[in-house]
């Protein structure tokens, strides 16, 4: 039914949290994978739990914010799975945590290369692979913090997550019509490492109409409906899987 069977894909984060379930999603539905982060010991883990379970999948451990990283993703996509289909781009960092006058033009230019710019790499690869296939989709991992609410302490975070939204659209002007689907997906708080320790965990539960935050799996669904067939007709969108956060602002 998600029809990805046969599809290659790109993830990068794969290592943990959405990433991972992801990965572990899409091997399940039969896709061959091109497993990103970059620590190499934690992604060669996932890479063995999907081979033990008959999955396909390959790692190529690299840091996204340098153009040669997507560039070895596509090359090993296409060399060794025959070409490109879905990339989700997942990887990512949350930045500096204090208020905007305080983040250092470093920080705040480290945070947009891990968040923003890895983006636009990861599209100037992936799309001339996607359409020598005649089609392909990506999906591009936002956040519900600069789209529909700032959160004190999180401006580059913020700001490299909203400015994912442009890109979305951009590449929808540029390349719908060629086949290509850009999609944003826009997790609310999940539970990961990166949302902090239990206190942090019930703080941003409450954030949420659903009063929980979300399991790694519950917003790799949403990835699995934005890269599949299901969602044919979806470009250029924002997918909010925030448990109602943007609802209840």
């Not at 069977?5 to 896709?31: D, E, N, V």
């Not at 923003?116 to 001339?128: D, G, K, N």
């Not at 020598?132 to 700001?159: C, D, H, K, N």
Request: hydrophobic residues 50%; contains cysteine; neutral net charge.
């Amino acid at each position: 039914m998600t029809g990805i069977r046969h599809k290659t894909a790109i993830i990068t984060g794969a290592s943990s949290g959405i990433g991972r379930a992801t990965a572990l999603l899409f091997a399940a539905q039969g896709a061959s994978l091109v497993l990103n982060a970059r620590g190499s010991q934690a992604l060669e883990e996932v890479v063995a739990a999907i081979r033990s379970q008959g999955g396909r999948a390959i790692a190529v451990p690299g840091d996204v914010a340098l153009a040669q990283t997507h560039e070895a993703l596509v090359r090993v996509a296409t060399d060794q799975f025959g070409g490109l289909d879905i990339a989700i781009n997942n990887a990512g960092t949350i930045g500096p945590l204090k208020p905007l006058a305080d983040v250092t033009l470093p920080e705040w230019q480290d945070t947009l290369a891990a968040n923003l710019t890895s983006s636009f790499l990861a599209a100037r690869c992936q799309i001339p692979a996607m359409l020598e296939r005649g089609a392909g989709a990506l999906v591009f991992v936002s956040s519900f913090v600069g789209t529909s609410v700032g959160i004190p302490g999180m401006g580059a975070y913020a700001a490299s997550k909203a400015g994912i939204m442009g890109l979305v659209k951009a590449i929808t002007a540029d390349y719908a019509s060629q086949g290509i689907r850009a999609n944003a997906l826009l997790p609310g708080g999940t539970d990961t490492a990166m949302a902090g320790d239990e206190a942090q965990k019930q703080w941003a539960a409450g954030l949420h109409a659903l009063k929980r935050i979300a399991r790694p799996e519950e917003i790799a669904q949403a990835a699995l409906f934005l890269a599949g067939p299901m969602a044919s007709f979806v470009a250029g969108s924002a997918l909010y899987a925030d448990g109602g956060n943007a609802a209840v602002k």
